[in-house]
């Protein structure tokens, strides 16, 4: 398993070690999509999150190669936890928009990783790029997403 890179601005701002930042995140995604298609944490840092996907039987179509519709769950999973890192999780949730992905080039196995780097931070919508990369840098995918911060409703 990678090495995980936590900056030491999230490290700070949680109060946590990066064991427990790292299991705590990890735990967001359990019995999700994002476990589901073994989707990882590379690294995560307030304007840059990394993830990584493998690619093979669970994230391919017919052709055998990765299907359109898994890098579209990695660039969105992206945007979302990125987005969540930058607000107060106890008193906003963030949710997807809208996302568009531009399929560069194909694969067949291996490893993807996804780039996400804020293009918006505001108060109630952040907007993300995404860029889906194999082993050699080569661009798999280009996505955009924009993701909602709604304020939690008070019981």
């Known amino acids: 398993m990678e090495e995980v890179y936590v900056s030491e601005e999230l490290l700070q701002e949680s109060n946590v070690d990066?064991?427990?930042?790292?299991?705590?995140?990890?735990?967001?995604?359990?019995?999700?999509?994002?476990?589901?298609?073994?989707?990882?944490?590379v690294e995560v840092a307030k304007d840059?999150?990394?993830m990584s996907m493998p690619v093979g039987k669970k994230t391919a179509q017919p052709y055998g190669i990765l299907h359109g519709g898994a890098s579209v769950?990695?660039?969105?999973?992206?945007?979302?936890?990125?987005?969540?890192i930058n607000v107060d999780p106890n008193t906003y949730i963030t949710v997807g928009m809208e996302i568009?992905?531009?399929?560069?080039?194909?694969?067949q196995d291996g490893i993807v990783?996804?780039?996400?780097?804020?293009?918006?931070?505001?108060?109630?919508?952040?907007?993300?790029?995404?860029?889906?990369?194999?082993?050699?840098e080569r661009?798999?995918?280009?996505?955009?997403?924009t993701m909602a911060v709604i304020k939690k409703e008070r019981a």
């Not at 996804?114 to 995404?130: C, E, N, S």
Request: hydrophobic share 40%.
């Open 18 to 41: 990066k064991e427990t930042y790292i299991r705590n995140l990890n735990r967001f995604l359990e019995d999700t999509i994002i476990s589901l298609l073994d989707i990882s944490y």
């Open 48 to 50: 840059r999150l990394v």
């Open 73 to 84: 769950v990695l660039a969105e999973t992206v945007a979302s936890i990125a987005t969540n």
């Open 100 to 107: 568009n992905a531009n399929h560069i080039r194909s694969k």
């Open 113 to 136: 990783r996804a780039i996400g780097t804020p293009l918006h931070k505001g108060r109630t919508t952040m907007v993300w790029d995404i860029k889906i990369v194999d082993e050699e």
């Open 139 to 145: 661009l798999i995918c280009v996505s955009r997403c």
